[in-house]
């Protein structure tokens, strides 16, 4: 019997150990870091991102219960909270306001506004945390109003606003609505993949060729002039006879189109040159080849798009208001323009924020640029301040005292943003500068200073910067184009 009770102890100090080991492991996952990030989507003023290691994270504008945690407004989000302890989501994907996002298992959840039924629960109340919507789920996407699925048999379905213009695929219009998911009139069992955007959807066949529905008044669908086909396709239609169509994504009047063989088009309205052919104005309303044939994958967003090329590189075009191209400026580009001159790029959000954008690195490290007004660009500026260059997506601000002129010293920085120098202005004299990245790591380390304080910063990579002089607590906000 004692011999009995000293096994059952050990057993039970074995099991303990097992249950601290699992609790210690659930919170090193739930912990927030610099790196390992895998996919990120955008809405109109927030981000929704998944890790590697399964666990989901938001930050921006916290409305309809966005933020996940039960309570549907509250302040913005300043940095990535994850939402729940859950670690098996492999994929997300966000509308205006409401965001969807897929266990490995083919459980698909949905929160945020729901004012159109867009979660598909049979109402139309807000959900103010990660619902379970559906099941056996192999591809989805969120429109602005809507949401369409791929379930694992290769039937599509959707929900949500239907508008006047059909965007459900379900062979009506009229200014509908549903909250329960509809199947597609077609009822084809060959389904791939799906991307719904405002007006319309957008999906792809198992053997490769490109199907649409919704409005055609802007040329959304790529179809030819309304006058021949119509304002609306309430019908899936084929775009084409192309069997060699990879992915594809849908601005508010524009689209985009990859190919297979790394071809990029686009069809649609080109205000600020958003379809990339080296034009602006007008609408194209058939598939229109931008430059290039190494393109490997795409995103959308209002009027602006951007693309990866195999190299890693990364290029955006179209409407640049607050710097949402990322490219230094806030100046429109009717073609391609290069984000930097990093070629280091591994994904692109498929739908970028309404004014903003991001990308993650092959190390696994995401960055934002563009409009910031609800801290959507999750950075560690400590401020809600646009950047029109990449910053670093952080975990809180930067612990290095940042400010944008420093009241001990009383230190500014001109210009800024700078490409090649800065001239620093003090009340003291400066004997040393140390220039920091948004992880706190130093970059450039300065003992002897000019007599004109001039820095060069040619050699930095476009980005947020902390300067620091003498070796003071606070720092300089610098940003490098």
């Known amino acids: 019997m004692v011999q009995f009770l000293s096994v059952l102890k050990s057993q039970q100090k074995s099991l303990l150990v097992v249950v601290l080991l699992l609790v210690l492991q659930i919170n090193i996952s739930a912990q927030c870091s610099t790196t390992g990030w895998k996919k990120v989507a955008q809405g109109e003023n927030f981000s929704v991102a998944l890790k590697e290691d399964?666990?989901?994270?938001?930050?921006?504008?916290?409305?309809?219960?966005?933020?996940g945690d039960g309570t549907?407004?509250?302040?913005?989000?300043?940095?990535?909270?994850?939402?729940?302890?859950?670690?098996?989501?492999?994929?997300v994907s966000v509308g205006r306001y409401f965001a969807l996002a897929k266990k490995a298992n083919g459980d698909l959840y949905g929160w945020g506004a729901n004012d159109y039924g867009q979660l598909g629960l049979g109402h139309n109340s807000n959900i103010a945390s990660p619902t379970l919507i559906q099941q056996n789920v192999a591809s989805f996407s969120a429109g602005y109003f809507h949401t369409m699925i791929v379930k694992t048999d290769k039937t599509m379905w959707g929900t949500g606003n239907n508008g006047f213009w059909g965007g459900l695929g379900i062979g009506t219009g009229g200014a509908s609505t549903y909250n329960t998911f509809q199947q597609e009139s077609t009822k084809a069992t060959n389904w791939s993949s799906v991307n719904a955007s405002y007006y319309n959807s957008f999906a792809i066949k198992e053997?490769?060729?490109?199907?649409?529905?919704?409005?055609?008044?802007?040329?959304?669908?790529?179809?030819?002039?309304?006058?021949?086909?119509?304002?609306?396709?309430?019908?899936?239609?084929?775009?084409?006879?192309?069997?060699?169509?990879?992915?594809?994504?849908?601005?508010?009047?524009h689209t985009l189109g990859l190919k297979t063989n790394g071809e990029l088009w686009s069809w649609g309205h080109n205000n600020n040159g958003r379809l990339g052919i080296g034009t602006t104005g007008g609408i194209q309303y058939t598939p229109q080849q931008v430059s290039g044939t190494t393109w490997s994958a795409i995103g959308a967003t209002n009027e602006a798009s951007s693309a990866l090329k195999t190299d890693g590189s990364l290029w955006t075009w179209g409407y640049n208001a607050n710097g949402k191209l990322g490219i230094g400026t806030s100046i429109d580009v009717n073609i391609p323009t290069k984000v930097g001159t990093d070629?280091?790029?591994k994904?692109?959000?498929?739908?970028?924020?309404?004014?903003?954008?991001?990308?993650?690195?092959?190390?696994?490290?995401?960055?934002?640029?563009?409009?910031?007004?609800?801290?959507?660009?999750?950075n560690s500026?400590?401020?809600?301040?646009?950047?029109?260059?990449?910053?670093?997506?952080?975990?809180?601000?930067?612990?290095?005292?940042?400010?944008?002129?420093?009241?001990?010293?009383?230190?500014?920085?001109?210009?800024?943003?700078?490409?090649d120098y800065v001239v620093l202005q003090s009340s003291k004299a400066i004997s040393e500068v140390k220039i920091y990245n948004t992880t706190g790591a130093i970059?450039?380390?300065?003992?002897?200073?000019?007599?004109?304080?001039?820095?060069?910063?040619?050699?930095?990579?476009?980005?947020?910067?902390?300067?620091?002089?003498?070796?003071?607590?606070?720092?300089?906000?610098?940003?490098?184009?």
């Open 72 to 91: 549907f407004t509250g302040t913005e989000i300043k940095h990535p909270t994850q939402i729940g302890t859950d670690n098996n989501w492999d994929d």
């Open 443 to 481: 970059v450039k380390s300065i003992s002897k200073v000019s007599s004109d304080n001039r820095i060069n910063v040619a050699d930095l990579p476009a980005g947020v910067y902390i300067v620091k002089i003498n070796d003071v607590a606070e720092g300089v906000k610098l940003i490098k184009k």
């Open 343 to 345: 070629n280091n790029w």
């Open 207 to 253: 053997n490769g060729t490109l199907w649409v529905v919704g409005t055609n008044v802007e040329g959304e669908t790529g179809l030819g002039a309304p006058a021949s086909v119509g304002n609306y396709t309430f019908v899936f239609t084929q775009l084409g006879t192309d069997t060699n169509w990879k992915a594809v994504a849908g601005g508010t009047y």
């Open 347 to 378: 994904s692109i959000p498929v739908r970028s924020g309404e004014n903003s954008s991001a990308g993650i690195k092959t190390d696994t490290s995401l960055f934002s640029w563009g409009y910031d007004g609800f801290w959507q660009l999750g």
């Open 54 to 67: 399964g666990s989901l994270w938001v930050w921006g504008r916290n409305l309809y219960g966005l933020l």
């Open 381 to 419: 500026d400590g401020t809600a301040t646009n950047s029109n260059v990449p910053t670093q997506v952080t975990c809180t601000d930067i612990v290095l005292g940042v400010n944008d002129i420093s009241s001990q010293n009383k230190v500014s920085i001109y210009p800024n943003p700078a490409k």
